[in-house]
């Protein structure tokens, strides 16, 4: 083997979000020796841009809240596709996980008595979500990482995994290589957690930042663990759609839970037209109802702009599609209007959503206290990931955990706003605290020399290609056609026969990918760092797409033009997906373990 820095860990944590950061902590706690890898600088994470809050049932606003009611929530907002196990640990978890982060310094907006505030989302029967203005996650980060830096964790920022190592079926640690120098970097550990996020970058118009390439769903499943539930991707109902340049950044939910209104290009309320079944009994049926219900009236249901996202984002759609949409293909959403009820509304919208008022001020020109903002789906999330054991998070891989984004099982279909921080809060934990007993209980594994080279040389091949060939393509091209593809035939409708073209597309990108070519050195090199994302972005791609094909049916964050109705006989089964002997990708059904009784009847109180 090559001589490279080597470094030696019992745990190994990728990515320094905040299931990461959480993840760290815990393993440190533990008395681990703890290594914590991230692509971009320490705090730099994508959970930083995290707005509207973490949601747990502290029951400070509304008195009613508790674990089962937070519990009945998640599982209903995710179709019952959720591991209801998770779900359980999440509801129960959470408000020690955001006590906590208080008693480590967060410092969370207050109730007049000075408990922590919370407010309204998509889907919580009651104001849930404990908040910092609309900057949750700054300061969640901010708390996280001054924890951490104080256990003597040992941080390698700008460093990105490219490569897990195994011994034998078993974890062994990582390859990686330093994005400043280029150099490449030895991480060998008993046990290892992914923690890197999301997928957004497999599609054009997204709120997820450069980051979110897949890395640790791929690298998962490269491994031989499995991923779950790749389908359910989830498309938030309100992105910026004005100017170009910004299409996508997320307009935080926050602004519906302070009384924002959604208008179509007729002035008309249009989230009163299709009221879900299974949530009729939940949400007011007139405007004043809803802003009573905003208002905190308990005796008020919640109005129609706060169903679910994926129920939000195709009413949005509807209206686009059929001419009814603002005039650059979204809606408008007011929250100006709020000044024909409260006298301070400016002041008062300034101080609720400061980001928001900036973000518009800045990069649209527009003043969200006076005016309409134009709004519309933006990728935002993936419910699936790598499948994990819902106490311990650990893979199918024996000493490979995952937690987070990158980790299936909690949301199920469709995730509720506020469900993902405080999922990186009870996750991360428990990652962190079950890898520690891993590598405590297991020996050290080793690290092999071919599997380092085999790596490096692979790593190195779009240097070596540009040499050979010098007409060769550039990773960004590539890059480019995937993100328009998976856009349009396995975006917010898919169909049949456009993912069939999808999986053809992938096959042809692969090739395409497997070609490209970089010029220029090692140094900093984004051209570099992107063809070596590129794999991660088709293997993800490929396995939503194989997943959407497989699930034939609407649910939660996956709709099909040509099933548009749910199958309760599919209500059943989660699909894998995982790497075959000859390197195909294979799908599989895994039943749904069923609910325990109690948990049932939890359900069914809270129906
Ligand atoms: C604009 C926006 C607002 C949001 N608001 C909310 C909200 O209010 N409430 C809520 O609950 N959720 C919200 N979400 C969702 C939530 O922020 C994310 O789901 C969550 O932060 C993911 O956290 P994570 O720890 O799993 O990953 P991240 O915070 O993304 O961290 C991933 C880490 O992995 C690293 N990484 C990735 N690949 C590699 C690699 N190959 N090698 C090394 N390191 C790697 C990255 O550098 C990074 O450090 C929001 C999302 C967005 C985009």
Same mark, same amino acid.
């Given at each position: 083997m090559a001589e490279y820095e080597t470094h030696e860990h019992d745990v190994l944590v990728v990515g320094a979000g905040g299931a990461g950061l959480r993840a760290a902590i815990e393993a440190a706690k533990a008395g681990a020796r703890v290594g914590l890898v991230c692509k971009s600088l320490l705090g730099k994470a994508h959970t930083v841009m995290a707005e509207g809050g973490v949601a747990a049932a502290? +029951?400070? &606003?509304?008195?009613?809240?508790?674990w089962r009611v937070h519990f009945a929530d998640t599982m209903r907002g995710g179709q019952y596709m959720n591991n209801w196990r998770m779900a359980e640990l999440h509801a129960k978890e959470a408000p020690d996980r955001v006590r906590e982060l208080e008693a480590w310094g967060a410092v969370f907006d207050r109730t007049p008595d000075g408990r922590i505030l919370q407010r309204n989302f998509g889907g919580h029967k009651y104001p849930r979500l404990a908040h910092v203005g609309d900057r949750t996650g700054l300061e969640m980060i901010r708390t996280l990482q001054d924890t951490a830096v104080h256990l003597g964790i040992d941080v390698h920022m700008e460093c990105t995994v490219v490569t897990l190592l195994k011994d034998g079926d078993r974890i062994a640690g990582a390859f990686a290589y330093d994005r400043e120098r280029g150099r490449f970097k030895v991480f060998a550990s008993r046990a290892v957690i992914l +923690?890197?996020?999301? *997928?957004?970058? +497999? /599609?054009? *118009?997204?709120?997820?930042?450069?980051?979110? !390439?897949g890395d640790g769903q791929s690298l998962a499943y490269r491994a031989g663990a499995a991923l779950q539930?790749?389908? /359910? &991707?989830q498309f938030h109902p !309100?992105?910026? &759609?004005?100017?170009p340049s910004v299409r996508g950044i997320l307009v935080t939910e926050g602004v519906r839970g302070e009384g924002g209104v959604l208008r179509n290009k007729e002035g008309?309320? /249009?989230?009163?037209d299709d009221i879900p079944e299974n949530y009729r009994t939940q949400t007011a049926d007139n405007e004043e109802e809803g802003w009573r219900y905003v208002q905190g009236d308990k005796n008020a249901r919640r109005p129609p702009e706060l169903l679910t996202r994926d129920h939000v984002a195709r009413c949005i759609m509807r209206e686009v599609r059929e001419g009814r949409?603002?005039?650059?293909?979204g809606v408008f959403l007011d929250i100006s209007w709020i000044k024909s009820k409260i006298s301070n509304a400016p002041e008062h919208i300034r101080k609720k959503l400061p980001s928001m008022y900036h973000q518009f001020k800045q990069l649209a020109d527009i003043d969200i206290t006076s005016e309409p903002m134009e709004v519309g789906p933006t990728t935002h999330y993936v419910m699936g990931g790598v499948r994990v054991d819902g106490d311990t998070q650990m893979s199918t891989v024996p000493g490979l955990f995952a937690a987070g984004e990158s980790a299936a099982g909690l949301h199920g279909a469709n995730r509720l706003g506020g469900n993902s921080l405080s999922d990186l809060l009870v996750f991360g934990k428990r990652a962190g605290e079950y890898a520690a007993k891993y590598a405590n209980e297991n020996p050290a594994a080793s690290v092999a020399a071919d599997q380092v080279d085999a790596a490096a040389r692979s790593a190195l091949e779009p240097f070596e290609r540009a040499a050979r060939e010098k007409s060769a393509e550039g990773p960004y091209q590539v890059q480019h056609a995937l993100q328009e593809m998976m856009q349009e035939l396995v975006g917010i409708v898919r169909r049949e026969d456009e993912m069939r073209r999808a999986l053809d597309g992938i096959e042809t990108l692969k090739a395409r990918a497997a070609r490209v070519a970089v010029t220029g050195n090692r140094e900093y090199n984004p051209g570099w760092h992107t063809a070596l994302d590129l794999p991660n972005l088709l293997t993800v791609s490929e396995a939503v797409t194989r997943s959407a094909l497989e699930r034939k049916e609407s649910r939660g964050g996956h709709f099909r033009d040509d099933y548009p109705d749910k199958d309760p006989s599919a209500g059943g089964f989660n699909i894998l997906v995982t790497r075959d002997a000859d390197g195909t990708m294979k799908v599989s059904r895994s039943p749904i373990v069923p609910m325990r009784d109690d948990l049932k009847q939890i359900v069914e109180e809270n129906k």
């Open positions: 502290l +029951a400070n &606003v509304d008195d009613r809240d508790n +923690a890197t996020g999301g *997928i957004g970058r +497999a /599609f054009t *118009i997204t709120s997820n930042s450069w980051e979110y !390439t539930d790749m389908e /359910f &991707v !309100t992105g910026m &759609v004005w100017p008309r309320r /249009f989230m009163f949409g603002s005039p650059h293909g």
